[in-house]
C-alpha cells in the first residue's frame, strides 16, 4: 500500500482523542503512522471533560494506564437536578461497557493519548500546522499535505514542507482545515451546540457523582425561557471541578437567530442556580469562562472519499443528546484503524477502496440511528413549551430518568439487556441511519 517515496502508511491531522486513537490502532496494527499537531502539548481544549462508560471501554481497549494516582477520578454516575427536586443515577449495569465513568482535564488527557499512540510506534510532530492537502491531478485522490512548521508562538517558523502518504484522516476539530479546503462543508441540515466552561476550586472536588442540572433559564429562573441545553459540574479530583454549561439547536441557522451570550448565561446561571454545596463563587474560578462550538449528528461528510477519512469533530461525531464526543472520537479511530489496516492488505486498487469505505458504512450501523433519534429529540426540546413539560411532567417519573440516564450516557446494551435497552437499540435500527 505504501509507494516507494511515500512518507508514511497513513498520516494522521490532529492529536485529540480521535486522531491520537487512529495513530495508536493503526501503530498497533504494524502501519507506519505520522500523527501531525498544530499545538505543543500540554494544550487546552474547551470541554466538559467527563468521560462516560463507553469512553473508558475506549481507553481499555487502548491499554490506557488510568491509575486513579495519575491524575484520573472515577465516578458512579449522574446526579441529576430538575423541578427542585435530585437523582442520584448510577451508571447501569452493562456487560458492553464498565460500570464507572472518569474524568480528565483535556489538558493532560489529550497529552497522555498522544504520547500513548507514540509509545506505540507513530511518529509524532509537534508545532507542525497542516496548510492543505496534497491531490493528485490525474484521479482526485488526496495524497499527502502540506505543513507549516510553527514556533512557540504560533508563528511560521521555516519552510512549508509536504509529506505523502496513501491515507490521510482528518481529525483536526471542529473547523477542519483539511476537510473544508477539499470541498466537505458542514452539513446544514443537523444539530450545532454550543459549551462555556470555566473551572473553579470547590471543596467537593472529589464527589464520586457529576452532576447535569436540566433546567437551563435564559435568565431568572421561572420568569425566563427554558433553554434546549443544560449545566453541568464534574469534578476532577486535583482540588477543582469543570463547571459548565450548554445549549444546542436544529441547525446553525436557528442557533445563530437564539442570540444567546453564553458567557453571560453562565454567569446567569451560576448566580441564580448555583449548584448547592460546590462554593462557585466567581473568587472561586481558577480562568476565564472559554467556548466552543459541537459539531453533532455526522454534520461533515462524507466520512471516506478519495483517500480521505473524517473522524471525530471534524466528522461533526457529537452526541446530540448530551455534547460528548470523547467516546465516539475514540471509537472512530479505531475502526479507522482497522480498515486502513485490512485496505493495506489488498492487491488491487478497487479492493483497497472497497476496505477503506467499510469504515464510513460502520460508523452509520453503529451511531446513525442513535444520532437520527437525537436530531429528533433537539428538534422537540428547543421549543420552550416543550422543555416546559419534558421537565415538569416526564423527568420525576422514575422509568423516564432511567430513559435519560442511558440516552444522556449512550450506555444501553447493543443486544439483550433490560426492557429500556432494547427499546433504544431497537429505536436506532428502525430509523434512518444517515
Known sequence: MKRRNDDADVIVVGAGPAGSSTAHWCASAGLDVLLLEKAEFPRDKICGDGLTPRAVSELVRMGVDTDERDGWIRNRGLRVHATGRSWELDWPDLTAYPGYGMARSR?????????????????????????????DERTGRITGVTTQPLDG???????????????????????????TGVGRMRRDDRPMGTAVRAYYTTPRHADPFMESHLELWSGEPGRSDLLPGYGWVFPLGDGTANVGLGSVHSTPARQSR??????????????????????????????????AALPMGFNRGPLYADGLLLAGDAAGMVSPFNGEGIAYGLQAGRVAAEAIAAARHKSTDAAREAALATYADRMRADLGGYYTLGRWFVRLIEHPQVMRACVKYGLPRKVVMQFVLKLLSDCYEPSGGDWIDRTIAGMTKVVPSS
Open 107 to 135: 489538558m493532560t488527557l489529550d497529552q497522555t493519548l498522544a504520547q500513548h499512540a507514540q509509545a506505540s510506534g507513530a511518529k509524532l510532530l509537534t508545532s507542525t500546522k497542516v496548510t492543505g492537502a496534497v491531490t
Open 153 to 179: 508562538r504560533g508563528r511560521a517558523d521555516g519552510p512549508e514542507r509536504t509529506f505523502s502518504a496513501p491515507v490521510v484522516v482528518a481529525s483536526d476539530g471542529v473547523s477542519s482545515r483539511l476537510a
Open 258 to 291: 437564539a442570540g444567546i451570550d453564553y458567557r453571560r448565561l453562565q454567569d446567569t446561571w451560576l448566580t441564580h442556580s448555583a449548584p448547592e454545596g460546590w462554593e462557585l463563587s466567581p473568587e472561586a474560578a481558577t480562568g476565564k469562562v472559554r467556548g
